[in-house]
T-cell receptor, first 115, second 114 residues
Framework: SAVISQKPSRDICQRGTSLTIQCQVD?????MFWYRQQPGQSLTLIAT?????????ESGFVIDKFPISRPNLTFSTLTVSNMSPEDSSIYLC????????????FGEGSRLTVL | AQSVTQLGSHVSVSEGALVLLRCNYS??????LFWYVQYPNQGLQLLLK??????LVKGINGFEAEFKKSETSFHLTKPSAHMSDAAEYFC????????????FGAGTQVVVTP
């Protein structure tokens, strides 16, 4: 299985600021996925990041709020812009664990608290 | 459209007792089903998955789940709970036309008491 490293692992941010989360994978992958887990809730897909193309966002998520970069096949960033306390969540990067079955492998997540 | 319902947001079991976590899904096509576990302050780890074939699937740490199409269920069981099983468990479903988009249930927090 892939090794996924996310930075930062946790951070405390001020309202109105932006934070960029980095995701590094130890192997080349075509697709990377960003999920959000709000406190006490389940996971929701934010967007799919393909190398060389614009990210595809799910309903309720927009590029202005969550810009994503995918400069190469092992790296992606997710920025949470103009943060509010409602953005306090765990943000998880994931890749296919088994492409044939849609199984995903998740990183440890980045826990953001917005004051 | 796919969806997942997990019955019971919190489950308390005694050490050595049966663990049973319920998951029902809806899917317009044959689903692929997963159980993930999340230990405190950690990411998600795959416990087991059902794709095709045998409906009883075995996973890590002694867990197993049975796919029942007629009941649209994928319940997770473990015969004997250990203290280390205390965690949050998520059932998830995906379909072949939405690869990478897992629809997660709300999660079930398992507490194991001595």
């Amino acid at each position: 299985s892939a090794v996924i490293s996310q930075k930062p692992s946790r951070d405390i941010c001020q309202r109105g600021t932006s934070l960029t989360i980095q995701c590094q994978v130890d192997s080349q992958v075509t697709m990377m996925f960003w999920y959000r887990q709000q406190p006490g809730q389940s996971l929701t897909l934010i967007a799919t990041a393909n190398q060389g193309s614009e990210a595809t966002y799910e309903s309720g998520f927009v590029i202005d709020k969550f810009p994503i970069s995918r400069p190469n096949l092992t790296f992606s960033t997710l920025t949470v812009s103009n943060m509010s306390p409602e953005d306090s969540s765990i943000y998880l990067c994931s890749v296919f664990g088994d492409r044939a079955t849609g199984e995903l492998f998740f990183g440890e997540g980045s826990r953001l608290t917005v004051l | 459209a796919q969806s997942v319902t997990q019955l019971g947001s919190h489950v308390s079991v005694s050490e050595g007792a049966l663990v049973l976590l319920r998951c029902n899904y809806s899917s317009s096509v044959p689903p692929y089903l997963f159980w993930y576990v999340q230990y405190p302050n950690q990411g998600l780890q795959l416990l087991l998955k059902y794709t095709t074939g045998a409906t009883l699937v075995k996973g890590i740490n002694g867990f197993e789940a049975e796919f029942k199409k007629s009941e649209t269920s994928f319940h997770l069981t473990k015969p004997s709970a250990h203290m280390s099983d205390a965690a949050e468990y998520f059932c998830a479903v995906t379909e072949s036309d939405s690869w990478g988009k897992l629809q997660f249930g709300a999660g079930t927090q398992v507490v194991v008491t001595p």
